[in-house]
Every structure is written in C-alpha cells, then in structure tokens.
C-alpha cells in the first residue's frame, strides 16, 4: 500500500541553538495523509539523521510523538517534532511502520529532506 503520503516543513530554531558548541537545531512538521481506499495505522517509526560530517544517528520507536494514529481514507496527520545537530546542515528520511485495518503491515517512506539555517540557503 503506497497511497501514504508524507509532506515535512523544517524550521531553524535559532533561539535554541548554540554554534559555538556545536548545536543546532531544528523543527519539523510532518503530515501523514491517508490517500489510500484503506484505514491504516502508524505503529512505528525509523529516522535516519545525518549532519553535514556524515554522522549518522537512528531513532527507532513506537508511533509518533507519543501516539500511533488511524488514519481512515482520505484523513491526515500532523505533528511537530525536533532534532539536535552537531553541524549547521543535515539531512533526515526515514519510514512510517503501517498495519493495516486486516493486519497487514507495509513501510511508508519519509521523503528526504533537508536541515538548513535560513542564512545557508543560496
């Protein structure tokens, strides 16, 4: 099933990062939207961090910010969460772990995207 589809806005949270101890950090908003004939739920999740030295992190867990949502047909998602770098940029992606209304389990993939400062952007 590949009628989830995810969409991520990122913010720089300047007032919380410290670059001369090496942090940054961000926000993101994600939304999960059900495109699917299906109800689905988020079990859990895998993210896939990596600053800008190629320092990779793994965040593995259940649901999402403390909650596994069921999503009928046509129903969407959001939250809020954050990340803490050690480099001004980075990079997240990731999958959503989904079941099925029958148990069925499938991934839903997280788009990559990025981590960067406004003052970073060309």
Known sequence: MSDIQVFVLTQYIEAQSIPLEHRYVYSYTITIANNSSAPAQLVSRHWRITDANEKLQEVQGLGVVGEQPHL?????YTY???VILETETGIMEGTY????DQGDMFDAPI???????PHAVH
């Open 72 to 76: 009928k047909p046509g129903e969407s």
């Open 80 to 82: 809020t969460s954050g």
């Open 97 to 100: 772990h989904m079941r099925t």
């Open 111 to 117: 788009p990559t995207f990025a981590l960067v400062p």
